[in-house]
């Protein structure tokens, strides 16, 4: 089955910097979507992007499918941008995402 | 906005109780999944369901059953509680096969 990586594995920003998180995936996916948990576990769904480039607020993404990676860019970070990210792919004929491990992201004050 | 309820934020049962947790969505969403997440071992699927009355297992089924009897509502059923069940259980549902995934609070339960 396809596989899932994410970089880095940790990250501490300061406030106000920007960042960029990767995820790389083994094979061909339908769609991919971007997860952000809060500290108090509450996971959030940011973008659904199988492809090209989305924007909300501070936060934007881009998919290259046909090169296997997806990039979750944080601009001028904020204390509540603190918590793990998680891609998830979704390949073939099913409704079953594929988890990477996360990438867990500390801005500090 | 999609609201997806899971009945308890905590829950502490014993070993071998019958635990129910409960998951509803509303707005009349296809798919529902149950998770479980552990430190190190990420997100891993339970059980899912794309209809009332239809259920697939994920990759950990062992331990557990699920029931769909209406749409909205989906529950995660431990027929005998282990301690090695205790985790964070993450309910989620989406619209279609191709569709953004909706997750609940969690329940956070332990097994003494």
């Known amino acids: 089955g396809i596989q899932v990586e994410q970089s880095p594995p940790d990250l501490i920003l300061q406030e106000g910097a920007n960042s960029t998180l990767r995820c790389n995936f083994s094979?061909?996916?339908?769609?991919l979507q971007w997860f952000h948990q809060n500290p108090w576990g509450q996971l959030i769904n940011l973008f659904y992007i199988p492809s090209g480039t989305k924007q909300n607020g501070r936060l934007s993404a881009t998919t290259v499918a046909t090169e296997r990676y997806s990039l979750l860019y944080i601009s001028s970070s904020q204390t509540t941008d603190s918590g793990v990210y998680f891609c998830a792919p979704n390949a073939g004929n099913n409704r079953k995402l594929i988890w990477g491990l996360g990438t867990s992201l500390a801005v500090n004050p | 906005d999609v609201k997806v309820t899971q009945s308890s934020r905590y829950l502490v049962k014993r070993t071998g109780e019958k635990v129910f947790l409960e998951c509803v969505q509303d707005m009349d969403h296809e798919n529902m999944f149950w998770y479980r997440q552990d430190p190190g071992l990420g997100l891993r699927l339970i059980y899912f369901s794309y209809d009332v009355k239809m259920k697939e297992k994920g990759d950990i089924p062992e331990g557990y059953s699920v029931s769909r009897e209406k749409k909205e509502r989906f529950s995660l059923i431990l027929e005998s509680a282990s301690t090695n069940q205790t985790s964070m259980y993450l309910c989620a549902s989406s619209f279609g096969r191709n569709s953004p995934l909706h997750f609940g609070n969690g329940t956070r339960l332990t097994v003494t």
């Open positions: 094979d061909s996916v339908n769609n």
